[in-house]
C-alpha cells in the first residue's frame, strides 16, 4: 500500500492564490522530507530539504519566502506556494525519507496550474 | 557533488525489441543508484535500485540495471518492449537512500507496436 500521501493531486487556480500542498507519511516517523519541482519535459529539481523541527534549506534559486514550507511533525509537511504566479505551474512532488539507509518514497505528485 | 546524465532524451523501440536506457552518473562517495518510471501526470514508481552487494540489480516489470563502477554507468534493460513500457525514465543518484536525489534528464521511451 502507500507510504507517502501527497494532496491534491491537482490544482487549478487564480494567479495571486496561494495553494497549499500536504505530503503525509502513513506508516512511518519521516525525520527528512524533500520537496521536487519538475517543468514539462524536465526532470525533477530539488526545491528544499526539511527536517522535523527546523528549518527548512533551499535549494539555490528557490525563493524560501515564495515557497514556505512546514515540517511541523513526522508525518507530515506542506509547501504553500504563495501569491502563486503562471509561471509558478508545474509538477510538484514529495519525497519521505526516515533516515539515512532507510528507503525513499515519493508521492503521487501535484499538478499545480495557475491560470 | 553528485549528478546524472541520461544519453538521449527520447527512445523509440518496436515492441518485443531489447530496451536499453543509458544512465551514466558522476560521485564522490559510493553512490546509490535508482532507476524511475513515470506515466503522465503521476508521481514516480521505483523500478529498482542499487545499494550494495551484486551489481546486477533486478527489477519490476522485467527490467534490470548493472552498476559499472569502472565505467560509472548503470544501464537500464529490458529483454522484450511491451506496450505498456511507454514512459518517461530517470536515473538518479544519492549518497544514501536517505538523501537527496540527484535525478538525470530523462528519457522518454516509445514502444511501437
Known amino acids: 500500500g502507500a507510504v507517502v500521501s501527497q494532496h491534491p493531486s491537482r490544482v487549478i487556480c487564480k494567479s495571486g492564490t496561494s495553494v497549499k500542498i500536504e505530503c503525509r507519511s502513513l506508516d512511518f516517523q519521516a525525520t527528512t522530507m524533500f520537496w521536487y519541482r519538475q517543468f514539462p519535459k524536465q526532470s525533477l529539481m530539488l526545491m528544499a530539504t526539511?527536517?522535523?523541527?527546523?528549518?527548512?534549506?533551499?535549494e539555490q534559486g528557490v525563493e524560501k519566502d515564495k515557497f514556505l514550507i512546514n515540517h511541523a511533525s513526522l508525518t507530515l509537511s506542506t509547501l504553500t506556494v504563495t501569491s502563486a504566479h503562471p509561471e509558478d505551474s508545474s509538477f510538484y512532488i514529495c519525497?519521505?525519507?526516515?533516515?539515512?539507509?532507510?528507503?525513499?518514497?515519493f508521492g503521487d505528485g501535484t499538478r499545480l496550474s495557475i491560470l | 557533488a553528485q549528478s546524472v546524465t541520461q544519453l538521449g532524451s527520447h527512445v523509440s523501440v518496436s515492441e518485443g525489441a531489447l530496451v536499453l536506457l543509458r544512465c551514466n552518473y558522476s560521485?564522490?562517495?559510493?553512490?546509490?543508484l535508482f532507476w524511475y518510471v513515470q506515466y503522465p501526470n503521476q508521481g514516480l514508481q521505483l523500478l529498482l535500485k542499487?545499494?550494495?552487494?551484486?551489481?546486477l540489480v533486478k527489477g519490476i516489470n522485467g527490467f534490470e540495471a548493472e552498476f559499472k563502477k569502472s565505467e560509472t554507468s548503470f544501464h537500464l534493460t529490458k529483454p522484450s518492449a511491451h506496450m505498456s513500457d511507454a514512459a518517461e525514465y530517470f536515473c538518479a543518484v544519492s549518497e544514501g537512500t536517505g538523501n537527496q536525489f540527484y535525478f538525470g534528464t530523462g528519457t522518454s521511451l516509445t514502444v511501437i507496436p
Open positions: 560521485s564522490s562517495v559510493p553512490p546509490y
Open positions: 526539511s527536517n522535523e523541527g527546523s528549518k527548512a534549506t533551499y
Open positions: 542499487y545499494t550494495t552487494g551484486a551489481t
Open positions: 519525497s519521505i525519507s526516515g533516515g539515512s539507509d532507510q528507503p525513499q518514497h
